[in-house]
């Protein structure tokens, strides 16, 4: 454990990740998610984001990938050999890329589904289940569509809700922002946050949308060819130099003109 | 020429109306067959919705559930305990079946899970001889508590014969099938079944235990299997050749839809009535026994405009 470990609710030192026994994905990922608080992994498509979050939540293994190295550990204990309900049942729970929900089922019960390894009893999941309506007063309206006719931004706020019926310590929100016009992205993020400080969920959240995710997340790392690149504090990534250049879009002093858009001013000086 | 014409489009049919008690009959007959028909495919039906897998031994857990039955029995056992010890035995099963042979090949295609099922269909057949024998076998319906008498009726200017076992069958696979169907739609572990079958992935992130599910499904196909068993058994004999009859839930699932509960019913029903009735009327005209390939070429006409069967899983498209 690390010197602020205490403070931590998920610690990840060192993992490698590889898939189907030759693919090496992850070449030693370390990120701390520490207690209430809402971490960005931020990086471009392949990057290792995904993996990183199913190598936590234990989803790799359904797809023949395996952590051959390092560790990790959820509330101080290590998790890296459980399966996923276990881990559901301890607290943390995944929200996949591409929002998956059940498409034949409705969207209460979608969200019912998410209570599975529950059993504290009919009343608290339906206390629950009011609480969910009331932070996405939406799907109260649509509660008994089937999911597969909803719209994009229903489905991805069933699928947090659904993980939330597991009254979650941690939420692992991979690419919440996929497919989703500007304006509801926004509205899911607002709603992250206000689970964080309303609910104290921790979230960590693999995002390519690096602008909305720093602007809403207290910690970045940046991931680049499954190693992290750079990490720090929200606000100091905003205003890194690199970071804007390469993730943000935005160039230092005038307007870029795409005329000369390979000749980059800046070199990223993490590749030596 | 225009005698067979005559034969196959008009005669059939006014036998029907100037015999409407045999035709009464024979729908009974249909009806009979048809709500088994549906109770094995439901079987199919539970398997592959939960784990993507065509449970080519479906048929031989028929064959199984009941000899075991009548084994226990012919040993003496009394049969209320017979047949919880054969809940028992199907229970066993499903969770070796889980643990030997799904587990291992998870992540694989699903041919390979096919595959792995007509190697338990084929194990199974030889436990099965080597336990109980290769012989027919009669169910001892009297210590199960079956009815065996008739009632016969008389409707329509004639006589309608119903066997009161017949009646008992198809009670016994309304129940199931209503009580199935309760399951899936009403239960938390319904509920869970049908999310594993949606999406696997999705199912397995929000802590649903697959292994847990996949175990629960293969002893509910049991279930089904025994009771069909019994019943089919107690209707004629209980042999290996019960397993051939089984197959016939194939068409009914090309009717239905292979992950449709309705439509293992419905198709069930289809398969049941269109075969009596193909076989009485339109039988004589070949030489009778059309009954053993009719539902199949009733499927194949299904497959050519319905491929996706009656009640075939929406395919909710998003554009």
Redesign the interface.
């Known amino acids: 454990m690390s010197e602020n470990g205490q403070n931590a609710v998920l610690t990840v030192n060192n993992i490698e990740v590889i898939y189907d026994h030759v693919i090496l994905v992850l070449k030693g990922v370390s990120l701390e998610v520490p207690k209430e608080g809402i971490v960005a992994i931020l990086g471009a498509n392949g990057a290792g984001k995904t993996t990183t979050l199913k190598a936590i939540?234990n989803?790799l293994r359904?797809?023949?990938g395996e952590v051959t190295k390092g560790s990790i550990e959820f509330k101080g204990q290590r998790v890296d050999r459980l399966?996923?309900?276990d881990?559901?049942?301890r607290g943390c729970?995944?929200?996949?890329e591409g929002r998956?929900?059940?498409?034949?089922?409705t969207v209460e019960?979608?969200l019912?589904?998410?209570a599975?390894?529950r059993t504290d009893g009919r009343g608290a999941i339906a206390a629950d289940l009011e609480l969910v309506y009331t932070y996405f007063p939406r799907l109260k309206e649509r509660r008994s569509s089937?999911a597969?006719?909803i719209s994009g931004g229903e489905q991805q706020m069933t699928a947090v809700g659904?993980?939330l019926m597991?009254r979650p310590d941690m939420i692992l929100l991979d690419e919440p922002s996929m497919g989703l016009a500007p304006q509801l992205v926004e509205e899911i993020f607002e709603n992250v946050k206000r689970l964080n400080e309303d609910e104290k969920v921790s979230f960590l959240l693999a995002e390519q949308n690096t602008n909305i995710a720093l602007k809403f997340a207290h910690y970045g790392y940046i991931l680049e060819n499954g190693r992290v690149v750079m990490d720090g504090v929200a606000s100091t990534l905003r205003e890194n130099e690199d970071v804007k250049e390469f993730y943000l879009g935005v160039a230092g002093d005038n307007r870029k003109s795409f005329k000369n858009v390979k000749h980059y001013k800046r070199r990223k000086r993490w590749l030596s | 020429m225009g005698g067979l014409l005559y034969n196959v489009f008009i005669d059939p049919f006014m036998q029907m109306g100037s015999a409407p008690d045999l035709l009464l009959q024979v729908l009974w007959e249909g009806f009979v067959s048809g709500t088994l028909y549906a109770l094995i495919a439901l079987g199919f039906v539970l398997i592959f919705k939960a784990s993507g897998v065509f449970n080519f031994a479906q048929g031989i857990m028929v064959v199984f559930g009941a000899l075991s039955l009548v084994g226990l029995i012919a040993l003496g056992v009394p049969a209320i305990l017979a047949i919880v010890m054969c809940i028992g035995i199907m229970a066993a099963l499903a969770y070796s079946v889980e643990k030997l042979v799904l587990r291992p090949l998870v992540n694989q295609e699903p041919i390979i899970l096919f595959m792995a099922t007509i190697g338990l269909n084929f194990f199974l057949i030889g436990l099965g001889e080597l336990v109980f024998g290769g012989e027919p076998k009669v169910m001892p319906t009297e210590q199960l508590g079956l009815p065996t008498g008739s009632w016969d009726f008389d409707v329509l200017g004639g006589l309608v014969i119903i066997q009161q076992l017949d009646v008992a069958a198809a009670a016994v696979a309304c129940t199931l099938v209503a009580g199935l169907a309760i399951f899936f739609n009403k239960t938390r572990i319904g509920r869970a079944l049908r999310a594993v079958a949606d999406d696997h992935q999705a199912a397995l992130s929000v802590g649903i235990s697959l292994n847990q599910i996949w175990r629960i499904v293969w002893f509910s196909a049991g279930i089904v299997a025994l009771a069909t068993g019994i019943m089919w058994g107690a209707r004629s004999d209980v042999s290996f050749a019960l397993s051939i009859v089984a197959l016939k839930a194939l068409p009914v699932l090309i009717l239905g839809g292979f992950t449709s509960i309705p439509g293992a019913i419905v198709g069930g029903l289809i398969i049941g009535f269109g075969e009596k009735i193909a076989e009485f009327y339109w039988g004589p005209l070949v030489g009778g026994s059309i009954e053993s390939w009719f539902p199949y070429f009733l499927a194949l006409i299904f497959l050519l405009f319905r491929p996706q069967g009656l009640f075939g899983e929406k395919i909710i498209d998003r554009v």
């Open positions: 939540s989803l359904a797809e023949r399966n996923p309900n881990l559901v049942r729970i995944q929200v996949m998956h929900c059940f498409e034949h089922l019960e979608n019912l589904t998410g599975f390894t089937l597969g006719y659904r993980a597991s």
